[in-house]
């Protein structure tokens, strides 16, 4: 059952999305590739100090679009791909988000506990955030490691501003001519720089639909890659609380987009139909950016230490710069 305060949240963010998305079917916002999804994660960050000042109000509707939402969003996303374009991604898509996982946890815990002399749950958190799957990993990290809630807050935190910068400055650069690569090849960047599954795909559409089917392919890889992570970051811990149970959060909405993606595969539903998963999938992506904008408490993030900060700032040049070199290094040995 939804409460007072699901509905109150519900109807805010309904609001915003709507005049979000109708202000995308503009002329001006097609001409600049403007989505529902960036204008409503603008919205969502001008009313965000507004939103916090009446958080109990909302916070309820907030935080189900943000979570449930975005993962129906996702989920209906499947519609616009087909086996044919994960089998274009290919065994290097997958190796390459493997590298990155990989190589900016293991550069962020580094860099943040030896360098910058951080508490190691918190290094962990931002770590896992940016190399991911952002506030998703980040709490489903918190569970794993037992780290405390306000450890946790300054993690979704970072990841929300990196993530919120990177959404709005790679397309922009992209769209100027500034990045040598083709749609395909920046979907492929996005899928593997980008922190939220929410992110990717607002970056994307506002390329093409090609870049935004190869950067949510790549992107959901990174989201699996949340499983075997969540088993092997309390081991490096060393944890020897034998009586600590960890329990493991499976990302089951990569899962059903899969077996959307087989769906619509291997049966021709009417047009008619797509056309209407499609809109509710862009509603229920524009609310769940409407809603990561309202979260974001840049008041709050501004007292958390220069040293969370530096790294999430470190690990956003990480991920931009070693990623453009990973594809454009694939890129020229023709395996991509």
């Known amino acids: 059952m939804l409460s007072a305060s699901h509905l109150k949240g519900l109807i805010f963010v309904g609001v915003i999305t709507l005049v979000s998305f109708y202000l995308s079917t503009l002329s001006l916002s097609k001409q600049f590739h403007i989505s529902?999804?960036?204008?409503?994660?603008?919205?969502?960050?001008?009313?965000?100090?507004?939103?916090?000042?009446?958080?109990?109000?909302?916070e309820k509707g907030v935080v189900f679009s943000s979570k449930?939402?975005?993962?129906?969003?996702?989920?209906?996303?499947?519609?616009?791909?087909?086996?044919?374009d994960i089998q274009k991604v290919g065994f290097i898509g997958i190796i390459l988000s493997v590298l990155v996982v990989?190589?900016?946890?293991?550069?962020?815990?580094?860099?943040?506990?030896q360098w910058l002399k951080m508490d190691k749950k918190l290094a962990i958190l931002i770590s896992g955030g940016s190399a991911i799957c952002g506030a998703a990993a980040v709490l489903a990290l918190e569970s794993a490691i037992k780290a405390k809630q306000e450890k946790s807050v300054i993690a979704v935190s970072s990841v929300v501003v990196f993530g919120f910068i990177a959404m709005l400055l790679y397309p922009l650069l992209y769209l100027l001519n500034?990045?040598?690569?083709?749609p395909i090849q920046e979907g492929i960047y996005l899928g593997l720089s980008l922190h939220e599954v929410a992110n990717v795909v607002a970056a994307a559409n506002a390329i093409s639909q090609d870049c935004a089917n190869f950067a949510l392919i790549i992107k959901m890889v990174r989201v699996l890659l949340l499983v075997p992570v969540l088993l092997l970051v309390p081991l490096f811990l060393s944890k020897t609380d034998k009586e600590s149970q960890t329990k493991l959060h499976i990302?089951?909405?990569?899962?059903?987009?899969?077996?959307?993606i087989i769906l619509n595969s291997l049966f021709h539903l009417p047009n008619e139909l797509i056309e209407l998963l499609k809109l509710l999938c862009i509603l229920s992506l524009t609310a769940a950016?409407?809603?990561?904008?309202?979260?974001?408490?840049?008041?709050?993030?501004?007292?958390f230490g220069k040293e969370a900060f530096l790294l999430a700032l470190f690990l956003f040049i990480v991920l931009s710069f070693g990623v453009f070199?990973?594809?454009?290094?694939?890129t020229n040995l023709n395996l991509i």
């Open 36 to 58: 529902a999804l960036i204008i409503g994660i603008v919205f969502g960050a001008i009313l965000s100090s507004f939103y916090h000042k009446n958080q109990k109000k909302f």
């Open 68 to 84: 449930k939402l975005l993962r129906f969003g996702i989920i209906l996303y499947g519609c616009n791909i087909s086996l044919l």
């Open 325 to 330: 070199f990973l594809v454009f290094t694939a």
């Open 251 to 260: 990302p089951w909405f990569a899962l059903w987009f899969l077996a959307m």
């Open 289 to 303: 950016m409407v809603a990561l904008g309202l979260t974001i408490h840049i008041k709050a993030f501004a007292q």
């Open 102 to 113: 990989f190589i900016v946890l293991c550069i962020g815990i580094y860099f943040g506990t």
């Open 178 to 182: 500034f990045i040598p690569l083709t």
